[in-house]
């Protein structure tokens, strides 16, 4: 996946330093949604780099503005885009309550009928993120 996120970076002319890479390895290599502080801490124990929280920040926010990972409002935590290639978006996430496994889901035409809908109201929507929370295959068949 890092290799497709340093292509898009390529492509669209920005600067994917050492820190950005580091954080964005971090979320692509863990299994459940990663907290700030969580790879502040694994930043500051590999040594790669400063880990004063702006610093971190930054990085997820340049991460986030081109959709190269997504933020799970309900969990505040981050996991990276299946389609690193695709410019910022809008999305759409199954989360399990129990393990935390996270889906995200391509629906374009909710996505289209949210704009729609904002439209009529005459509201101009700048990004969505859709959380829906529930139990995974994995977890239904054990319970």
């Given amino acids: 996946m890092l290799g497709r996120v340093e292509h898009a970076c390529a492509e669209r002319g920005l600067r994917l330093t050492e820190l950005r890479r580091r954080v964005f390895e971090l979320i692509a290599d863990s299994t459940r949604p990663v907290k700030a502080y969580d790879l502040m801490e694994k930043v500051r124990k590999q040594g790669a780099g400063p880990t004063a929280p702006p610093t ?68 101009e929507p700048r990004r969505h993120t859709i959380e829906v929370y529930g139990l995974c295959a994995k977890c239904r068949a054990a319970h």
């Fill in 56 to 123: 971190v920040y930054r990085a997820l926010d340049f991460l986030m503005s081109h959709g190269f990972v997504h933020r799970l409002e309900t969990l505040n935590a981050y996991v990276p885009c299946p389609h690193p290639e695709a410019e910022a978006h809008g999305s759409q996430f199954l989360i399990c309550e129990h393990c935390q496994e996270t889906l995200e889901l391509d629906a374009g035409g909710i996505a289209d009928r949210l704009r729609a809908q904002a439209k009529e109201q005459g509201f």
